[in-house]
């Protein structure tokens, strides 16, 4: 999708973060009454990340001024949180929000709208997504599924994991029972870790118990709400695996081209809205979520240069790997590396430079 035809279809600088976010609704040229139901990958005590499923329905209904009308449900309330893909290509339901690479063993190809290891920032993915093609390339993946997907929300860069015990070589992941799944497990396992899947509700148990010996989630925000600190103080960073995870909304492909044009647009104005919004929501909740997860015991420490250098070789790897393997992430694997490549070049010549200096720095007495 070129400048001009994102600028018109969505109405807002999405991919600048703007914070006027939309000028004015879609003309309602046909209202027709419209009731839809949505599933959630997420539990209603997830606010952010569920909120954002939540806040898409509530424009839809605004910007038709209540004539489309989509009703959110959690995890599991009608559909299970990782089959709501399923529900959705099949016509069960119109529409979900959920993070596309749950959907990894299907076909990996699903990374790329959602987190590849050593991949995007929020900000490059944004940029690939709205003016670098990556849109029409995952459109085309997508329509094998009868989905159209819609990217609506981003966590921003995640935190790398709760372990039991200090993580201070490469070694120190050899035989490591840790709760990480998609992409990330299969480059941890690389490295000597055993992945692990389990749900969000279970992950305090297994910690305490020492069924594993470490877990991912999300970030500060999110990881509080689990109390992961009390059982697993070593608190983790960067998540290379998860340098921005975007969350979509995916529309049945035949629910879709019933609609009328204008609502079509407003759908696609509501998930534009919902992903700043999100990632908005997470870099305002994570610092005090953070510096409170450290009064209560966590202890805040970065990967070593070692264990980012193995952990970048073997994501190389399995890139590769895929890439030969799977044509569907080859095609969009090839041009995503190039469009990344050259996005961090950028990156690295202003907003690596100041940050390097500034983000350590304290304006005022």
């Known amino acids: ?23 004015s609704a879609p003309a309602i040229a046909a209202t027709p009454k419209i009731k839809w139901r949505l599933a959630s990958s997420f539990p209603k005590t997830l606010d952010t990340v569920y909120g954002g499923g939540e806040d898409f329905c509530k424009r839809v209904s605004e910007l038709s001024e209540g004539n489309f009308e989509i009703r959110s449900f959690a995890a599991g309330e009608i559909v299970p949180a990782l089959q709501v893909m399923d529900a959705v290509k099949d016509g069960t339901i119109e529409c ?9 063993g299907k076909n990996e190809a699903f990374a790329f709208d959602c987190s590849v290891p050593f991949g995007m920032t929020a900000r490059a993915q ?28 981003n966590s921003g860069c995640q935190m790398g994991g709760w372990y039991r015990k200090p993580i201070k070589t490469v070694a ?21 870790a055993v992945p692990q899947q389990i749900p969000a509700g279970d992950i305090y148990a ?25 059982v697993a103080p ?16 995916m529309i049945n492909k035949k629910e879709w081209d019933k609609l009328p044009k204008n609502y079509q647009q407003i759908l696609e104005v509501a998930a534009a809205e919902t992903n700043v919004r999100m990632l908005a929501e997470y870099d305002f909740r994570n610092p005090t979520a953070l510096a409170k997860l450290q009064k209560g015991g966590a202890k805040l420490s970065a990967f070593s240069n070692e ?10 790897e399995v890139l590769e790997e895929t890439a030969a ?3 569907d992430f080859k095609k969009i694997y090839e041009p995503w590396r190039q469009f990344r490549n050259l996005e961090f070049q950028w990156f690295n010549v202003t907003e690596q430079a100041y940050a390097k200096f500034a983000f350590s720095k304290k304006l005022g007495k």
């Open 96 to 104: 979900c929000h959920t993070a596309p690479y749950y959907f990894f």
């Open 325 to 327: 393997k799977n044509p």
């Open 1 to 23: 999708m070129d400048r001009r035809n994102f600028l018109k279809n969505v109405g807002i600088g999405a991919a600048a973060g703007t914070a006027t976010l939309i000028t």
């Open 126 to 153: 944004n940029a690939w997504m709205y003016y670098g093609g990556g849109q029409k390339l995952l459109a085309d993946f997508y329509a094998q599924y009868n989905i159209v997907a819609l990217a609506a929300g």
């Open 307 to 316: 264990i980012m250098e193995a952990s970048f070789k073997a994501t190389n």
């Open 206 to 230: 297994a910690l305490e118990k020492g069924t594993i010996d470490a877990a991912e989630w999300i970030g500060p925000h999110d990881d509080e709400k689990l109390g992961l600190y009390k």
């Open 172 to 192: 120190d992941f050899k035989g490591l029972k840790m709760r990480v799944g998609g992409f990330a497990g299969r480059v941890l396992e690389k490295l000597g």
């Open 234 to 249: 070593n608190y983790y960073f960067p998540a290379w695996w998860e340098p921005s995870t975007q969350f979509s909304v």
